[in-house]
C-alpha cells in the first residue's frame, strides 16, 4: 500500500494557475496541516504568537512569537501548533518570483526562495511588518494592489533576512554555492567542479558544505533533482520518460530506481499520489 503524502495544488475553482494568496489558518477546513503534506507554491508562515513544532523536509524548527519560517514549492511539511498560536500564511506561485525576477536584475530571487528558512524577530522588528499584513488582508479582493503587496513584502523580508539571520552564519557562501547548484544540477557534476569554481579546495569545499547544511554536496545536489522530479511529476504535463530525459537521466529506469531510493516511493506511484486541489 502507496503512503500517500498529499500535494495541494495552487490553482482557482476555475482551474488556473495563480500568483498568490493568503490563508489564514483557522479557516483551512479542506486539509489537515497536522499531517505531513506538500504543496505546488512557495509558503511564508507568519506567527505573530506560537508555540509548537514544525517539521519542514527532515528537520524540526520550534514555533516562536513573532517568527516567520519559509517553505519552498513541493518541500513536506507539518505543522504541530497549540491552540494559542495564531497567525496566517502568504503563499505564491513559482511564476510569480519568475516574474518578480524579469524587473529586478540584483536580487536573485529563485536562489533567495529556494530553500527553508527561519526568522525569529524581536517583536518591534516584527510590527515593522504589520502594515503589510494589514494591507493583504484589507485588499485581498483587489489583484493588482495586492500582487504589488506581495512583492514589496518579499523584498522587506529579504533585506530582514540579511539584518537577522538566523539560520546561516555564512549566507554569502550558502547562496553561492546554491546558485551553482541550481544552475548546474542537472548535469550531476563532482566536487572538484564546484571547488574550480569557487577557488578553494575540495577539502575545503566539503568541510563548509557539512558546517552549512549537515549534508554533502551530492546530497543538496541529489535534493534540487529530487524537488525538481516532484514538481514536475506533480504538475502531470510529461510523461516518466520524457521528465528522466529532461533531468538528463540516460533512461526512465535509470530515473526511476534514483528516484525511489532518494523517497522510498517510485516515480509512477508518487505522480498518482500527487492529485489534490487547494482552491481560493
Known amino acids: 500500500m502507496i503512503n ?141 494592489y495586492f500582487l504589488n503587496l506581495i512583492s514589496l513584502f518579499l523584498l522587506k523580508l529579504i533585506k530582514a533576512s540579511e539584518l537577522f539571520p538566523s539560520e546561516s552564519k555564512n549566507l554569502n557562501f550558502e547562496n553561492q554555492i546554491l546558485k551553482l547548484v541550481n544552475n548546474n544540477y542537472k548535469q550531476k557534476p563532482k566536487l572538484d567542479f564546484y571547488a574550480k569554481i569557487m577557488n578553494i579546495s575540495a577539502t575545503t569545499l566539503n568541510r563548509r558544505m557539512n558546517e552549512c547544511f549537515g549534508k554533502t554536496l551530492a546530497q543538496i545536489q541529489n535534493d534540487k533533482i529530487i524537488q525538481e522530479a516532484k514538481h514536475r511529476l506533480a504538475e502531470n504535463c510529461l510523461s516518466i520518460k520524457q521528465i528522466a530525459f529532461s533531468l538528463q537521466f540516460n533512461n526512465e529506469g535509470h530515473f526511476s530506481v534514483f528516484f525511489k531510493q532518494n523517497t522510498g516511493i517510485c516515480p509512477r506511484d508518487f505522480k498518482k499520489s500527487r492529485n489534490i486541489n487547494v482552491n481560493d
Open 4 to 144: 500517500r503524502i498529499p500535494t495541494y495544488n495552487f490553482k482557482s475553482n476555475k482551474g488556473e494557475e495563480i500568483f498568490a494568496n493568503l490563508f489564514v489558518w483557522d479557516n483551512i477546513g479542506n486539509y489537515n496541516f497536522e499531517e505531513p503534506h506538500s504543496h505546488s507554491f512557495n509558503e511564508i508562515f507568519i506567527f505573530k504568537k506560537g508555540n509548537g513544532k514544525h517539521i519542514m523536509s527532515d528537520s524540526i524548527y520550534d514555533i516562536k512569537d513573532f517568527s516567520i519560517h519559509f517553505l519552498p514549492s513541493y518541500y513536506t511539511h507539518q505543522m504541530n501548533r497549540t491552540d494559542d498560536t495564531s497567525g496566517f500564511t502568504i503563499a505564491f506561485s513559482d511564476a510569480f518570483i519568475n516574474q518578480l525576477q524579469k524587473f529586478e536584475n540584483k536580487i536573485n530571487y529563485s536562489n533567495y526562495f529556494s530553500k527553508i528558512f527561519i526568522l525569529n524577530l524581536e517583536k518591534d522588528i516584527f510590527s515593522e511588518f504589520d502594515f503589510y499584513f494589514e494591507e493583504l488582508f484589507k485588499s485581498k479582493d483587489d489583484k493588482s
